[in-house]
């Protein structure tokens, strides 16, 4: 069952006073706001904020997280708490506007708000809606997506139904901002085609910026199945956590999802294999606290670290295959799967890219074959996978894309894989990867839209028999 929910954005500018300094700053949020449901003021609405957080001269937090209480007339406030960085600390800004009918266009505009750090004050200072600068824009970005009540965790369950000549996959990317440091989680399942038993795998991997990957492998144990996720031992994946252990390495992480979920293929194929193999995110991204040790001592500690999990459901590995997972700042995410599949026939066209960049809260192209099937009139999209450097470009609407993705050597771990029919192939994978994307849009000519430049924090990988 589908509803309608709200989405807008909102940019707030002000000063503020930061505890022991004895002169304001300047101050600007760039702010997207989603609630589940349409906003009407006779009811009190709770949407979650993402966005900038600027302060001149100490802070620019484009990861900024938080919620919005809008409740006009029941408790005459709109109420804003946000969550950001400032020199590594953790502050939290606590304010709202009083909406008074006697002010109205006072009370509307203005948001006095004060900072708080675990618990303590921190400054206190004013925000302004500008009215001639923002008024248009905001009004613009107001849209009323589909929405559902939608599960993460429901997506973690096993697809796994004892078939053989299957293998599933959960995994997991993501990246330290305090160090740069990537980390992989591989948990996987194989039911071998000759009928023999299944069993579970997988591995853990660190990316440091100024140092070898690291890895270490878990199993193979007889796959035990499960309703809620992955387990083999005592390494597990369950709703909002993950833990275990391989080798020197052990893990314990919660997990928050922050965002929708990312269908990468069509979304019936997930629940219908009918394709050599699917793929999807239950949520665009998420939030990861804990600690990843490794056996000499080491401690990777992990406070509120941007990633994903995604999920593998099919027959084996591609022929060839890359994969990227980036992560664009205030809630955008690009994903991407290019692959030539092992099925005769198909084995001889070039790789099929699937394409989704989740950017405003909308997501485009607007349907996940756009980008692997060319329809008149637009060239299909296209992938050339060599290393150390990939690309991908296309066009889909008034839109082109063109993607490049670098995995320098030193930083790339290569891996291999068995499919169910015993056949092996390799991937080489980067969790502190480069990637560039470039987006263009088309009005009369074709004019920049969006740049990003990503230096070690893009997750891609690219694999090959």
């Not at 993705?405 to 015993?422: F, K, S």
């Amino acid at each position: 069952m589908s509803a309608r929910g709200t989405e807008f954005r909102e940019t707030l500018l002000g000063r503020v006073r930061l505890d022991g300094e004895d002169r304001e700053r300047p101050v600007r949020l760039d702010l997207v706001a989603r609630a589940g449901t349409v906003v009407l003021p006779h009811r009190t609405t709770r949407a979650r904020l993402t966005g900038r957080v600027r302060i001149a001269g100490r802070a620019d937090d484009a990861e900024a997280v938080g919620e919005l209480e809008i409740s006009p007339l029941a408790r005459r406030r709109i109420r804003y708490r946000i969550t950001f960085t400032l020199e590594g600390r953790r502050l939290e800004l606590d304010g709202w506007k009083s909406l008074s009918p006697a002010r109205p266009v006072t009370s509307m505009t203005v948001l006095p708000y004060s900072l708080h750090e675990d618990g303590r004050p921190a400054g206190q200072g004013t925000l302004r809606f500008p009215l001639g600068t923002g008024l248009l824009p905001f009004v613009a970005s107001f849209r009323f997506p589909r929405t559902s009540a939608h599960d993460p965790g429901r997506d973690l369950a096993a697809r796994w139904d004892g078939r053989p000549g299957r293998t599933e996959v959960w995994y997991t990317t993501l990246t330290d901002p305090a160090t740069g440091t990537g980390v992989w989680l591989h948990h996987e399942v194989v039911a071998p085609t000759d009928g023999s038993a299944a069993y579970a795998h997988g591995w853990a991997a660190l990316f440091p910026q100024d140092g070898p990957v690291r890895h270490a492998r878990f199993g193979p144990v007889p796959a035990t199945g499960g309703t809620d996720g992955f387990t083999a031992g005592d390494v597990r994946v369950a709703p909002g956590a993950l833990s275990g252990s391989a080798g020197p390495l052990t893990w314990s992480l919660t997990e928050t999802p922050q965002g929708p979920p990312v269908r990468t293929f069509p979304r019936w194929s997930w629940r219908h294999p009918w394709l050599p193999a699917s793929h999807m995110l239950p949520a665009s991204r998420c939030r990861y606290t804990g600690t990843v040790r490794h056996g000499d001592g080491e401690e990777l500690r992990l406070d509120g670290a941007f990633g994903a999990s995604a999920r593998i459901y099919g027959h084996g590995n591609a022929a060839r295959w890359a994969w990227l997972h980036a992560d664009l700042g205030g809630g955008d995410v690009l994903e991407i799967v290019a692959a030539v599949s092992t099925r005769p026939g198909l084995d001889r066209l070039p790789p099929l890219v699937f394409l989704r960049l989740l950017r405003g809260g909308r997501t485009w192209p607007g349907r996940a074959e756009r980008s692997a099937v060319g329809w008149a009139g637009a060239g299909r999209f296209t992938a050339d996978l060599a290393l150390p450097r990939w690309r991908v470009t296309g066009r889909a609407g008034l839109r082109r894309i063109r993607v490049t993705v670098t995995q320098p050597e030193e930083r790339t771990l290569a891996l291999d894989y068995t499919d169910p029919d015993g056949s092996a192939a390799v991937c080489r994978n980067s969790e502190s990867a480069d990637a560039e994307i470039h987006l263009e849009r088309w009005w009369g000519r074709w004019r920049p839209e969006a740049h990003w430049r990503l230096a070690g924090t893009a997750h891609a990988e690219v694999g090959e028999r």
